[in-house]
């Protein structure tokens, strides 16, 4: 094997989770070696609906929720390879919410009867205290200055998550 091609992943981060039904299209990108790169999927499988065309491009809709690990390999035209692992997620939808309360926000995603934290925001002279991030319960509270009253904010219930706060 040659060496001297590094892989790289274009936008991964907004790629590691899509819904059934929706469509997907997503770019790889490789950087080193000689053009043109050849994109192939060396390793499991991609989700059901889904292709990788040799120009690094994933496409399609997805039609089954799953956790797909393969392994993208990328070659160039002087036969030096590089691959990298990956895992697709894909869910059956996700709801996300933002959630204001006193001394800051919440943001959550909420998948069929499970939420996960995303972000917390404290703000006016409030810290923020995660005490759950999911996958069951979401729990933050906000303590604010000497003589403000705390809050606090809640996600929870299966199989409908509904958000308190006070």
């Known amino acids: 094997m040659k060496r001297g091609l590094v892989l790289t992943l274009v936008d991964h981060a907004q790629e590691l989770f899509r819904s059934i039904g929706v469509d997907y299209a997503f770019s790889m990108a490789g950087s ?3 053009l043109p790169h050849e994109w192939t999927v060396s390793g499991g499988s991609l989700p059901s609906g889904l292709e990788m065309s040799p120009d690094g491009t994933i496409s399609g809709q997805p039609t089954v929720a799953t956790n797909a690990s393969v392994v993208v390999q990328v070659v160039d035209s002087d036969g030096r ?3 990298f692992p990956y895992v ?51 729990q933050v509270h906000f303590v604010g200055p000497v ?6 904010l809640l996600c929870e219930g299966s199989p409908d998550v509904s958000c308190a706060f006070e």
């Open 32 to 34: 080193g070696g000689r």
């Open 81 to 83: 390879v590089a691959a």
């Open 88 to 138: 697709l997620s894909v869910t059956t939808g996700t709801k996300r919410q933002e959630v204001v309360a006193r001394g800051g926000m919440v943001s959550v995603d909420i998948v069929g009867g499970t939420v996960n934290l995303v972000s917390v925001e404290a703000a006016d002279g409030f810290t923020a205290y995660v005490i759950h991030r999911g996958p069951t319960r979401v």
């Open 147 to 152: 003589g403000i009253t705390p809050s606090w």
